[in-house]
């Protein structure tokens, strides 16, 4: 089955006076995408096809103050996050879905897994952020060693999306992201968890994705060649995990 623009669907819900920005597209039990720092869900069309045409209903919406989603001037919090995520699955009335969160979109999921479950029935997480002191500063070291060895198409699609972003919204939701404690979340997690790294991905340390692994007794997939960008620089690899686990869930 081919799934071409045209086969995209872009929706706008108003959540607490705003107006939020989506795409879906197949049809089948619904997998809800958490976009990265900045990214919209734009960036995600790749696989959300590849979803669609294993059978599936991806869905993706832009967060707050990034793709076509206004938010605050100033950043918006992990916690607002997870609200913003959960409020628009249940306008949309989208229970137990699959969830995948990519780079910062992994925290807020798994607040939202702790504490809607009802919302979600299991979640990937790619290339997860957080978990360790001094967070900001080996991060903008990891992003920009990242940067350099990321393919062209991927950062095409990076600088699309950074070019209608504020600066101050994006500084202020990964700065404000550094405070979270997405261990502490995963404790609360129930639900089916598998961790996907890129094996140049350098963000997520790895003592931090031993620790968040055991707490959500979850296995991590390494992708050869991917990068933080994992989703586009190790496209294929990334689908046919992501596929074959929802498939395993879902049956």
């Known amino acids: 089955m081919s799934i071409g623009i045209s086969d995209f669907h872009e929706g706008w819900i108003e959540l607490r006076e705003r107006r939020v920005r989506y795409i879906e597209c197949g049809a089948g039990p619904p997998i809800m995408f958490a976009a990265g720092l900045g990214l919209s869900a734009d960036f995600y069309k790749g696989n959300m096809a590849a979803l669609a045409r294993a059978g599936f209903r991806a869905i993706t919406p832009d967060l707050p103050g990034f793709g076509k ?21 249940k306008a949309l009335n989208v229970n137990h879905a699959g969830w995948i969160g990519h780079s910062l979109g ?6 939202i897994a702790g504490q809607h479950p009802e919302l979600v029935r299991a979640l990937i997480l790619a290339g997860p ?3 360790y002191g001094h967070r900001l500063s080996s991060q903008a070291k990891a992003l920009a060693s990242a940067a350099v060895h990321e393919p062209w198409r991927l950062l095409r699609a990076v600088i699309r999306d950074y070019l209608r972003l504020s600066p101050f919204s994006y500084l202020g939701t990964w700065i404000k992201a550094a ?3 997405p261990i502490s979340s995963a404790k609360r997690v129930k639900q089916r968890s598998l961790i996907l790294v890129g094996t140049k ?12 692994s055991r707490t959500l007794n979850a296995d991590v997939i390494k992708l050869a060649g991917g990068n933080h960008g994992l989703p586009i620089d190790a496209q294929h690899q ?3 995990a992501v596929i074959s686990f929802f498939r395993a869930v879902f049956s």
């Open 69 to 89: 989603t206004h938010g605050p001037k100033l950043g918006t919090d992990v916690r607002m996050l997870a609200q913003h995520l959960s409020e628009f699955s």
């Open 106 to 111: 992994c925290q807020p999921i798994l607040l």
């Open 129 to 131: 952020t957080g978990g």
């Open 179 to 181: 405070k979270d404690d």
């Open 201 to 212: 991905d350098h963000v997520p340390r790895a003592e931090f994705l031993e620790n968040l």
């Open 238 to 240: 990334f689908d046919q």
